[in-house]
């Protein structure tokens, strides 16, 4: 069982930055993939990034390329993601989520994730 719990939300004006974080429990962390996805009110949840196990490898959404970073520190059991020159369509709430089964790929569908957190919100005002 894996527990993870994002901080790091909150609101912002357009144009800002944020960093949020994701703690998990468990001495396993550092064989997950893991991904960052959001859920905007009336819309279904969406793909924004994800990062292998070694943090080597990442993969990003058109909509968020070139202005989030995802990264992890494994002895932290934390994954992070940089939030640059917010818009106000990234308003949403955000979910990390964890991927014991697939290490070393980079998924994009929530069906590919087995653990969530409980989501933090984002909103950023034009």
């Known amino acids: 069982q894996v527990h993870l719990v994002e901080s790091g939300g909150g609101l912002v004006q357009a144009g800002d930055s944020l960093r949020l974080s994701c703690a998990a429990s468990?001495?396993?962390?550092?064989?997950?993939?893991m991904g960052w996805f959001r859920q905007a009110p009336g819309k279904e949840r969406e793909f924004v990034a994800a990062?292998?196990?070694?943090?080597?490898?990442?993969y990003y959404a058109d909509s968020v390329k070139g202005r989030f970073t995802i990264s992890r520190d494994n002895a932290k059991n934390t994954v992070y993601l940089q939030m640059n020159s917010l818009k106000p369509e990234d308003t949403a709430v955000y979910y990390c989520?964890?991927?014991?089964?697939?290490?070393?790929?980079?998924?994009?569908?929530?069906?590919?994730?087995?653990?969530w957190g409980q989501g933090t919100q984002v909103t950023v005002s034009s």
């Open positions: 989520a964890a991927d014991p089964s697939r290490p070393s790929l980079l998924g994009t569908s929530q069906y590919e994730y087995d653990y």
């Open positions: 468990g001495r396993t962390f550092s064989r997950y993939a």
């Open positions: 990062i292998t196990w070694s943090g080597i490898n990442k």
